[in-house]
Nanobody
Framework: VQLQASGGGLVQAGDSLRLSCAASGRTFSSYAMGWFRQAPGKEREFVAAISRNANNLYYADSVKGRFTISRDNARSTVYLQLNSLKPEDTADYYC????????????????????WGQGTQVTVSS
């Protein structure tokens, strides 16, 4: 599967953005999805994950209550809604996919994901 992330931009603290990640192919529903981010000079970190059936979600503590992950299997797209943005949210955001037989599992570790998008940059000014 190929992943194309979009929706990043330059915003002010407190603003919102919605990131999208469109997947190629007709088997999107076979993949659990995740979002990661990498700030300048830092390692890539987990942000959010969603199971195949979208019933199970998981967030990093740093974004819980502000970010929302969702998916539309009919559109082969996963979203990340970013609200109440802070300067420390500035990073390149990456979507990732993992093929799994479970409709309820989500995955939090980078090594578990098989496919990655190219990243979309989010910059939050204070």
């Amino acid at each position: 599967v190929q992943l194309q992330a979009s929706g990043g931009g330059l915003v002010q603290a407190g603003d919102s953005l919605r990131l999208s990640c469109a997947a190629s192919g007709r088997t999107f529903s076979s993949y659990a999805m995740g979002w990661f981010r990498q700030a300048p000079g830092k390692e890539r970190e987990f942000v959010a994950a969603i199971s195949r059936n979208a019933n199970n979600l998981y967030y990093a503590d740093s974004v819980k209550g502000r970010f929302t992950i969702s998916r539309d299997n009919a559109r082969s797209t996963v979203y990340l809604q970013l609200n109440s943005l802070k300067p420390e949210d500035t990073a390149d955001y990456y979507c990732a996919a993992k093929k799994t037989g479970s409709v309820t599992y989500y995955f939090k570790a980078e090594y578990q994901y098989e496919y990655w998008g190219q990243g979309t940059q989010v910059t939050v000014s204070s």
